[in-house]
């Protein structure tokens, strides 16, 4: 009765009342009191009359509203979803929504937006299992959009950003929204700024979820959707970005770099050359924070490919899918895609960046026993220490880092490591300031003496940075005389001192107890020169240190015989 008799009636007396208050009150009315049923089984008789309406009807809200007491529908009894299927609910809602834009041709953008945003929420809440579905809304809307090439309707863009976010919130996995083809092409509508924003929303939803992006392809699509981050857009440049905002966004670019992961050795390297190939675009204030990231999952990759006794390898395509060459997952290969990485961070500059970079990936390749890759990596980190580092604070770190590095290194041989020891120490003892140089020198000890088993051990050598870090340290007090009238602190010395207790413990033949003896004796003659109390920490110090050769002395054994003759 409803179907054959009611609804036809009560439309005819609406579509002819030709009063745009009474139609949508009326159709409001229809909407809301009759069944969800009822609504169901003549949905394309009721879909008919809209385009009908008077143009002024806000025909958007009787749609919205249609589809938001279908929708509940649906969610209060899955067992009705058959019949949405068999009614084709989508196909008549989306084909009215066609119309109604057609026949309203002034209808303003954010009004179409809106409906589409509608039938989405009416479409994920009905069919998710449908993506065509979802990917259809999307199609259409890029349709809708193509009429003007970005959009400035504030209202309109907050519209399309909710139209994005509704897939990401539902199905909480990018994954699934990189699959649908039309997503990029609603984002390419949006202005810089929204741009932005939206790929903010993704790379969130990416974090929430922890969606693991393992393929070359979904990295290649997922970089296109957030491009806003990786590179300018037309005209916008760096410089008129809020440095705070830049600074955040690229930060979540280099957590989302993290994301990206896949257990088999070639699919990741496709990866991250998918990867660099991108943020390679972004120009240089980005590498900064973009580079490190990528270093360090190619490292990663590479530790894993370490323990496999043979290369991993794959062909490579080209965009036309043909082959190109077969592409190899080896360290070699990697290592030498990490110094192109490296090397782009000089447009920047960055060169304390690019040298502790550098030393990270030194130390990769004397675990994968690459000593040809080892001392290039040490050779380009010396060239930026010698052309690129001119602050002394900058200097002092770099060469602790270098120091640092080439200590732990075994991979090699006699020629290499003199050479590069002979570079470090030289470069220790050239630093601005004496302190500097006496710290550094000391440090230049430990490049003598690895505790391993089959680690260098040359006391004579150890020793004469020790007595070369003296000197530089009695310079020092000097200057502190001339330029203050009194002695500097005396923390250099008893920090010399407590070099010469390690090695003396280590069992360096070259460290005497005559020796020992004697820096103490120095150490309390500086204290006897200088004022009273003049820095209570280097008092401290040295005292602390006399008090640990006392309980050595009492502590006996081997050790406490050997520190017995020193007296404190």
């Not at 006496?438 to 003598?448: E, N, Q, R, W």
């Not at 005559?514 to 003659?525: D, H, K, P, S, Y």
């Amino acid at each position: 009765m409803y179907k054959q008799s009611v609804l036809p009636r009560v439309l005819e007396q609406v579509v002819n009342c030709k009063d745009e208050l009474a139609q949508y009150y009326l159709m409001d009315c229809i909407i809301q009191v009759f069944p969800d049923e009822y609504h169901l089984q003549t949905l394309e008789t009721l879909l008919g009359v809209c385009p009908q309406l008077q143009a002024t009807v806000d025909i958007r809200m009787v749609l919205s509203q249609l589809m938001d007491r279908l929708s509940n529908y649906a969610a209060s009894n899955a067992d009705v979803i058959p019949d949405f299927l068999h009614v084709e609910a989508f196909a008549k809602l989306s084909n009215a929504i066609g119309k109604v834009i057609e026949a309203q041709v002034d209808m303003p953008i954010v009004g179409a937006i809106t409906l589409y945003v509608s039938l989405l929420t009416f479409t994920l809440r009905v069919h998710p299992d449908r993506l065509d579905y979802v990917d259809q809304i999307l199609g259409a809307c890029v349709k809708t959009l193509s009429s003007q090439p970005k959009l400035e309707d504030t209202r309109a863009t907050k519209q399309i950003v909710i139209l994005l976010s509704a897939p990401l919130e539902k199905y909480n996995d990018i994954v699934t929204a990189l699959t649908l083809s039309n997503y990029p092409r609603v984002m390419d509508h949006l202005d810089n700024a929204t741009n932005k924003v939206m790929a903010m929303v993704i790379i969130q939803s990416i974090m929430n979820s922890n969606s693991c992006i393992s393929t070359a392809d979904k990295v290649d699509v997922l970089f296109e959707l957030i491009k806003g981050l990786i590179k300018d857009l037309e005209e916008i440049t760096v410089d008129e970005l809020d440095e705070e905002d830049f600074k955040e966004e690229q930060n979540s670019v280099a957590r989302l770099l993290h994301m990206l992961h896949n257990d088999d050795p070639l699919e990741m390297l496709k990866i991250i050359c998918a990867v660099k190939k991108h943020i390679l675009c972004g120009g240089p204030s980005r590498l900064p924070f973009t580079v490190p990231p990528l270093i360090f999952s190619a490292l990663s990759l590479i530790r894993r490919l370490q323990n496999q006794d043979r290369d991993v390898v794959g062909e490579e395509q080209s965009e036309a899918g043909d082959v190109v060459e077969e592409m190899h997952a080896t360290p070699k290969k990697i290592f030498q895609l990490l110094n192109q990485l490296i090397e782009a961070l000089s447009s920047v500059p960055a060169p304390e960046l690019a040298l502790r970079l550098y030393m990270e990936c030194a130390e990769a390749a004397n675990d994968c026993d690459l000593e040809p890759v080892a001392y290039e990596f040490f050779t380009q980190a010396f060239i930026i220490y010698e052309e690129d580092i001119a602050d002394s604070k900058a200097q002092v770190t770099a060469i602790h880092l270098i120091i640092g590095t080439l200590q732990k290194m075994n991979v090699f041989g006699i020629e290499n490591r003199d050479t590069l020891t002979h570079k470090a120490t030289g470069y220790s003892a050239k630093l601005l300031k004496k302190p500097d140089q006496c710290k550094a020198v000391y440090a230049c000890s430990h490049l003598f003496w690895v505790d391993d088993p089959e680690g260098i051990k040359d006391g004579e050598r150890v020793l004469l940075c020790l007595k070369r870090a003296l000197r530089i340290a009695n310079a020092a007090q000097q200057m502190a005389n001339v330029t203050r009238g009194s002695g500097g602190p005396i923390t250099l010395f008893v920090e010399i001192l407590n070099k010469y207790l390690h090695y003396f413990e280590k069992g360096n033949q070259q460290i005497t107890n005559a020796a020992i003896q004697g820096l103490i004796e120095l150490i309390r003659t500086e204290l006897l020169t200088d004022t009273p109390s003049a820095n209570p920490p280097s008092d401290a110090f040295f005292t602390s240190t006399l008090r640990y050769i006392q309980f050595q002395k009492q502590k006996g054994g081997v050790m406490g015989e050997r520190y017995d003759s020193i007296k404190v």
